[in-house]
Antibody, heavy 124, light 107 residues
Framework: EEQLVESGGGLVKPGGSLRLSCAAS????????MNWVRQAPGKGLEYVSS????????YYADSVKGRFTISRDNAKNSLYLQMNSLGAEDTAVYYC?????????????????WGQGTLVTVSS | DIPMTQSPLSLSASVGDRVTITCRAS??????LNWFQQKAGKAPKLLIY???TLHTGVPSRFSGSGSGTDFTLTISSLQPEDFATYYC?????????FGGGTKVEIK
């Protein structure tokens, strides 16, 4: 079964940092672009970041550019999101999601599967 | 950025109804439009990609159409398990963007 499991969420003070991880299993991780999507409480989905299979191509939403860093370790079947300078507006459930198709970079054809999400709460 | 506008924001419908949700891109995105379904407390699930291709395992009552800037998700006969929030997403250009969502509620 193809599966993604996020970890690393929690409560952090404004200005603080957090590193999220996403462990992949059931598929060849190195063949797919990967993504982070977040959802603030009661709000819609917001794209955060994407990374190509070889980490050469990386994209961010404007709202996180310069503060967040996406990375991956294909040997460990893992995706990461380093989040710095966190503010209340970053409070959300963070989902890890795989690109739908095997492709070096994003295919443009959506995300599947998704992880269950990990909650990040930024509050003093 | 390419803003995506969904309508309506919400709708009430009965089991068996035909439901249509629209999504409009601020510029041409060819057929790089994807639809997701999200139920309360759960991760989103891919329904349709490439504007009209049904994802594996998705019931045939779901269909998508459109190209360029205007797209539609149709549920031909609403079932109890279809009450959820639906999101469109453009995959044409980074940063990828989602529509604001359409909540389908029971009438």
């Amino acid at each position: 079964e193809e599966q993604l499991v996020e970890s690393g969420g929690g409560l952090v003070k404004p200005g603080g940092s957090l590193r999220l991880s996403c462990a992949a299993s059931g598929f060849t991780f190195s063949r797919y672009a990967m993504n982070w999507v977040r959802q603030a409480p009661g709000k819609g989905l917001e794209y955060v970041s994407s990374i190509s299979t070889d980490s050469r191509y990386i994209y961010y939403a404007d709202s996180v550019k310069g503060r967040f860093t996406i990375s991956r370790d294909n040997a460990k079947n893992s995706l990461y999101l380093q989040m710095n300078s966190l503010g209340a507006e970053d409070t959300a459930v963070y989902y890890c999601a795989r690109d739908t198709e095997v492709s070096p970079a994003a295919s443009g054809f959506g995300f599947d599967p998704w992880g269950q999400g990990t909650l990040v709460t930024v509050s003093s | 950025d390419i803003p995506m506008t969904q309508s309506p924001l919400s709708l009430s419908a009965s089991v068996g109804d035909r439901v249509t949700i629209t999504c409009r891109a601020s510029q041409n995105i060819d057929f790089y439009l994807n639809w997701f379904q999200q139920k309360a407390g759960k991760a989103p699930k891919l329904l349709i990609y490439g504007a009209s291709t049904l994802h594996t395992g998705v019931p045939s009552r779901f269909s998508g159409s459109g190209s360029g800037t205007d797209f539609t998700l149709t549920i031909s006969s609403l079932q109890p398990e279809d009450f959820a929030t639906y999101y469109c997403q453009q995959g044409y250009r980074f940063p990828l963007t989602f529509g604001g969502g359409t909540k389908v509620e029971i009438k």
